[in-house]
């Protein structure tokens, strides 16, 4: 029986965090459900733990690659493994919500070609800290990409660069839409390979719908775009997305703008100044002249704040973010704990 969701996981040393991850998709999968993890060549013990996980479950599908290929090509090759109409596309350390699977199942019928839903951010230990924003709506939302009005409306509304694809576990992809695509070669190594993907696709059509629920957590401060510091981090979301804007709409665009506007809203002053002690303390690691770059990219749309916020990273003393700083995440655990109180 042919499958109607396939689950896809492409993975990556992430063996300590993928039981959980597999655990709360099975406990409530159906025969016509089925997991395809695709292994990058890890090497922790990923493949003995998908062995244990294919001999009791038949629909789960372990598919391993000699070397690493990168999160681009190896997301692109886990979903050419798929067999049903639809993929969710899922990351190795996240956890999905209990009725998650149906409501995707059933948001399904309506025949769009990407949904993106909702998530909270966790802690490293799957403690809560807060919802993740997609667009500025608590409602259901739809657009196709090929209409001007309907695709500026959507950009206007985003929060974040998720409502541009740039989140893995939040993203629902019609499999015969996906196929139209080919993992393209100038940002093949991006991270964001996919994302170029979909609007390169948007551009004769692209049915897009946000469903404004909860369906999954996700672990944090398990980034694995961060392990060459910080600073590459920020160059990652940064650089990456504004050649994505450049690339698919020119950078005078209202798309490029509003892409440029969330990145913004991903990048705040607080975030440039907390780098910037980074680069102070670990200069090996953190490059400085990166940063600097970053931010006026970040910070190129002429606009007074946008100046006053590259000034600041500039001149703002050490010593008076470093107390800020402390007494913000002070506040912050207090809070926690009159919550869990």
Request: positive net charge.
């Amino acid at each position: 029986m042919k499958p109607i969701l396939s689950i896809c996981i492409p993975v990556y040393n992430c063996a300590e965090y993928l039981e959980q991850a597999l655990d709360s998709i099975l406990i409530q999968s159906t025969n016509n459900i089925e997991v395809i993890v695709y292994d990058g060549g890890s090497t922790d013990h990923t493949k003995k733990l998908m062995e244990r996980y294919t001999d009791s479950w038949s629909f789960i599908k372990y598919y391993r690659a000699d070397k690493r290929g990168g999160i681009d090509a190896d997301m692109a090759c886990c979903v050419s493994k798929a067999n049903a109409d639809y993929c969710w596309l899922f990351s190795g350390d996240d956890v999905m919500r209990q009725g998650s699977i149906a409501r995707v199942i059933s948001e399904t019928q309506s025949n769009h070609d990407v949904y993106i839903c909702k998530h909270t951010i966790c802690n490293i230990n799957m403690e809560l800290l807060h919802e993740h924003a997609v667009l500025n709506t608590e409602k259901s939302f739809e657009a196709d990409f090929s209409i001007t009005d309907q695709r500026l409306n959507w950009f206007a509304n985003a929060a974040t660069t998720e409502a541009f694809f740039s989140f893995m576990s939040g993203l629902i992809i019609k499999k015969c839409t996906w196929d139209l695509g080919t993992l393209m070669p100038k940002f093949d190594g991006s991270c964001w390979a996919h994302v170029a993907r979909l609007l390169d696709i948007s551009k004769n059509g692209l049915r897009v719908k946000y469903i404004p629920t909860i369906l999954l957590d996700q672990r944090g401060d398990n980034d694995s775009f961060a392990d060459r510091g910080v600073v590459n981090r920020y160059r990652i979301g940064i650089e990456g997305y504004h050649n994505l804007a450049n690339h698919c709409y020119g950078y005078e665009s209202l798309e490029a703008f509003h892409i440029r506007r969330v990145i913004r809203n991903e990048f705040k002053l607080q975030s440039f100044l907390s780098a910037k002690i980074q680069t102070i303390r670990n200069p090996m690691r953190e490059s400085r002249p990166l940063l600097d770059q970053l931010i006026k990219m970040a910070y190129s749309d002429k606009s007074l704040k946008n100046s006053l916020v590259v000034f600041l990273y500039k001149t703002f003393p050490y010593s008076i973010f470093l107390m800020a700083r402390y007494f913000y995440r002070c506040y912050k655990k207090l809070n926690l704990r009159v919550k869990h109180a």
